[in-house]
């Protein structure tokens, strides 16, 4: 597919977002204590992951995560607790999740991932 430069430069930007995510759900999951919410933040990180793999085909490259992101996320869990980071992490679902339906009209592959955000959003 021919992206417009703008266009390619969104896709990059959710392509961090979502390696980024995926890091974030994963090493934070592995600092809970609750069992459900462990569980549950490691099916969102491999379904970023999918969605990575997903705007790569867009792209064609692999893309760095925001380790400054990760560690600041991190950080706000260990100072401000799990609940906080947790909400925090809706939030950006929410944001994702607009930006997609602003994109949906040049790529419709992005219709397919609204409701798994949404999913994620609300688990």
Known sequence: MDLSPYMHKRILKFQKDEIT???LCSEIAGMMKNADNKKVL?????????HYEQWKLFTGKD?????????SYKFLYIVLGE????????QIEQ???????EIIKEIP???K???????HENK
Do not use: C, H, Y
């Not at 944001?95 to 339906?101: R, S």
């Not at 991932?113 to 999913?119: D, G, T």
């Open 63 to 71: 893309i760095d995560p925001s380790w400054l992101k990760i560690r």
């Open 113 to 119: 991932i609204i409701p798994q955000e949404e999913e």
């Open 95 to 101: 944001v994702g999740i607009k930006e997609l339906n």
């Open 109 to 111: 592959e992005a219709k």
């Open 83 to 90: 609940t906080f980071v947790i909400k925090l992490l809706e």
């Open 42 to 50: 490691m099916e969102i990180s491999q379904a970023e992951n999918l």
């Open 21 to 23: 995510g995926k890091i």
